[in-house]
């Protein structure tokens, strides 16, 4: 399984990233998840807590004589996912970018430089061959233009029932759509009704194959900063997560 979280800021992308990330781990899949957006997010869903310095930051990379950013001697894709990737529940790895401070994006070009190259590998990588990865993307469409998630298969477009949320899917979702191979599958977020499922799906003009509700459960999770699967194991938002993983390896398995 490897795929890229992709929508608006906020519609729900890191919950679902990080749900997925660790149903996957537990069915027995070793489980990548890459983080590439410059705000807080996957690892607080993954329930591992903020990372106060992010390991590529700590010398993956350096500057040669010209000031161009490259790996430090001895440092490639496979061996920066070895070394600066941490720990998160259920056994998985997670590799972040690194996050926008008041120093500006100016003191993560090394890290991001080094994040983009192990993207870049991890599908020619025979050691992360039978790995699960799952991307969580930010917001918006910069990234799917650019190709941060070469390694997807699979572009998840998360869509919630507001305009802004809708526009924002339906761009990334045709921009997804336009690159050679990898699909696209819409989930649908913060769903308090049927009606709410028919704007999105009517919208975006495809049936949605997961519906997350609007629920108390997310939001508390997210407010108090921890993995929505730890803090509500039974809610209806998990169970539509699982209902997305089986769906999407019986996908695979064809």
């Known amino acids: 399984m490897r795929v890229a979280i992709v929508g608006k800021g906020g519609a729900g992308k890191s919950v679902l990233a990080g749900t997925l990330a660790r149903i ?5 899949t070793p489980v990548l998840a890459l983080d590439s957006d410059a705000l807080p997010g996957l690892s607080l869903s993954l329930g591992s807590g903020p990372d106060p310095i992010e390991p590529l930051l700590l010398g993956a990379t350096e500057r040669d004589a010209d000031g161009r950013w490259g790996w430090r ?3 490639d894709a496979t061996v920066a996912i070895e070394r600066f990737t941490t720990a998160a529940p259920d056994g998985i790895r997670l590799l972040q970018r ?3 401070s008041v120093a500006g994006f100016g003191a993560i070009t090394g890290s991001s430089k080094a994040f983009w190259e192990v993207a870049h590998r991890l599908a020619d990588a025979a050691a992360f ?3 699960a990865l799952i991307g969580d993307l930010p917001g918006g469409a910069r990234q799917i233009a650019e190709g941060w998630a070469p390694y997807a298969d699979t572009y998840l477009v998360v869509a919630e029932p507001t305009m802004q949320s809708l526009l924002t899917a339906r761009r990334v979702a045709r921009l997804a759509s336009s690159r050679p191979g990898p699909a696209v599958t819409l989930v649908a977020s913060k769903v308090k009704n049927d009606a709410d499922l028919r704007r999105i799906e009517e919208f975006m003009g495809a ?5 997350m509700p609007r629920e108390p459960a997310v939001a508390e999770a997210e407010r108090l900063g921890v993995a929505l699967i730890d ?3 039974d809610s209806a938002a998990v169970q539509a997560v699982e209902g997305l993983v089986a769906g999407l390896e ?3 398995a064809k």
């Open 24 to 28: 996957v781990a537990r069915r027995g």
């Open 231 to 233: 803090h509500a194991p």
């Open 129 to 131: 061959r039978d790995w």
């Open 98 to 100: 690194g996050k926008v």
């Open 207 to 211: 049936r949605a194959a997961a519906v």
């Open 250 to 252: 019986a996908q695979g």
């Open 73 to 75: 001697e001895g440092i």
